[in-house]
């Protein structure tokens, strides 16, 4: 299979890229987060990354994308870095690598090939509080 070929080809690459956490549009599905197509050139920006750089170390980047809000900013930022942390940039050349490459050891224990998506989103926990009903709620009366 080709696919199966391809994957062994870029190992240990993942074979995803990195997507953002996007709201989905319209009212009625605005309160779910899901994975987008690419990171905006200011998410990328804040998290210090060119977007050159970012295509060739497995992130996707949508130029027509615009942030609309700070909090989804800083949550696609903080993810951009948290993907920084976990990634092993190899060195073109063993004897001389550069500033931020890998060195001999971390290239020698990542051996092993990401599948499926990376830093998949978590469904956040919705508890439902309940309140005590007191006896000046049962007798108000909103007329």
Same mark, same amino acid.
């Given at each position: ?30 309160? /779910? ?5 690419? =990171? !905006?050139? +200011? ?12 295509? !060739? ?5 949508? /130029? ?21 942390? /976990? ?18 050891? +971390? ?14 989103? +978590?469904? /956040? ?14 007798? =108000?009366?909103?007329?």
């Amino acid at each position: 299979m080709k696919r199966v070929a391809k994957a062994a080809a870029m190992a240990p690459r993942p074979t995803q890229l990195l997507r953002p956490a996007v709201h989905c549009p319209t009212q009625r599905y605005s309160a /779910k987060v899901r994975l987008g197509r690419g =990171f !905006t050139l +200011e998410e990328l920006k804040a998290a210090g990354i060119s977007p050159k750089m970012a295509r !060739t170390i497995g992130i996707s980047v949508d /130029k027509r994308r615009v942030n609309k809000s700070e909090e989804s900013l800083n949550a696609n930022v903080e993810r951009l870095q948290a993907y920084k942390e /976990k990634l092993v940039l190899f060195p073109r050349r063993t004897a001389q690598p550069k500033k931020g490459d890998a060195t001999a050891e +971390e290239v020698a224990a990542a051996t092993e090939q990401y599948v499926g998506d990376i830093l998949p989103l +978590e469904a /956040k926990d919705t508890e439902v509080e309940y309140a005590e009903v007191t006896d000046e709620m049962k007798s =108000f009366g909103a007329r």
